[in-house]
Structures are given as C-alpha cells and as structure tokens.
C-alpha cells in the first residue's frame, strides 16, 4: 500500500540526546533548529500505489468496508520517515547492524530494550546470536521517557520469531495494540476499514 523512510541521517547531530546513533534527517534538523541537508532534498521519501483501487481518501475516519484509509496509511509511514526505523537486522544465526548503518543504530533503536530491562545498544554485542535471540524473542520493548509519562508503561515492539524485515523492530505489537486501539497506528499490519 505504501512505503517511508528518512530522506536521510545524521550521525552525532548537534544538541542531540544521544551519540553514536544515527538521527532521521527531519528529526536532526528539528533538534537543530537549522536546515541540515540540501533544501532541494527531501527529509522524507514516501510512495504510495497509485494503482490500488481499494483507497478509501475520506478523512472522517468512516472508511467503508472493503477499502483501505488513505489517511491511515499516509499518517503511518510518515512515523516511518520521522523515525520509526531501524538499523537492526538479522543474517542467518546472529543479530546485526545494517551494511547500510555502518556499526551504528538509529535512534529509536537506542530506546529498545527487553523484558529484563536490558538495552540493546548497551547490553548486547553487534554481531551475535545473543541480539538474534533479543531480535525474534517477541519480547522488545520501547522505553522512551515520553511513552512512560503518557501511557505508564513501556511500548511493547513486534519483534515476531521468524524475523520480518521491514516490520521486526520498527512497529509496535500487534497483539497488544489491535485495530480499533487509540495506539493501533504503527502497528505492522492494517484491515480492511480501519482508520
């Protein structure tokens, strides 16, 4: 249905929380408060199929069965390109860091922990079939200052046993936040007539 990413990174931006992660470019020149990259390139890079006849572009949250919320969609891989992404990957036994991120997660990941309290930045080596088994344990969490102040607890990730690249890690649980749940939109998969 659609796709986002970060038009770009930024490592060890200026002003940021936390070194030795990789920043989306919107979020790294918000932190900044400047203009990061070149004004011509985009901070965010979105495609959505124009060929799909099942979109529904109402806007009242009403969307009919049998179609899909454009809206819905549009507002979830925006989350994507703002920075719900990551880095982390998993080829064959171990746990890794995309070629594309040089040894470096993306700030987002910097927040993952498991059930333990373990963060996965600061507690497990990059390569090892210890972050494989953290990766596919089904049991990551968000720990983000925010999300503790906002909802009491940590967000739970779909981290799934069979590692799902493009959804493991960057989406919330399924399970815990199903459709019709006010925290559904990152969720990794969407049904027919939810918004």
Do not use: C
């Amino acid at each position: 249905l659609g796709s986002a990413s970060p038009g770009g990174y930024r490592l060890n931006t200026e002003g940021a929380q936390r070194r030795g992660v990789w920043y989306p470019i919107a979020l790294a020149e918000k932190i900044r408060g400047e203009e990061l990259n070149d004004p011509a390139s985009p901070d965010i890079v979105a495609f959505f199929n124009s060929n799909f006849s099942s979109w529904y572009f109402g806007t009242d949250g009403l969307t009919p069965a049998g179609n899909f919320d454009f809206v819905t969609i549009v507002l979830h891989e925006i989350g994507h390109g703002l920075g719900l992404t990551h880095a982390y990957t998993v080829e064959g036994n171990v746990g890794t860091i995309s070629d594309f991120f040089g040894s470096f997660p993306v700030v987002f990941e910097s927040f993952a922990e498991n059930g333990g309290a373990q963060n996965l930045l600061t507690s497990f080596t990059v390569p090892s079939t210890a972050l494989k088994t953290q990766l596919t344990g089904n049991g990551l969490f968000f720990n983000g200052p925010n999300v503790l102040v906002n909802n009491g607890s940590r967000a739970k990730l779909y981290a799934p046993s069979t590692y799902s690249s493009g959804s493991s890690i960057a989406h919330l649980d399924e399970t815990v936040y199903p459709a019709g749940n006010i925290n559904s939109l990152m969720t990794p998969q969407i049904g027919f007539a939810e918004a």
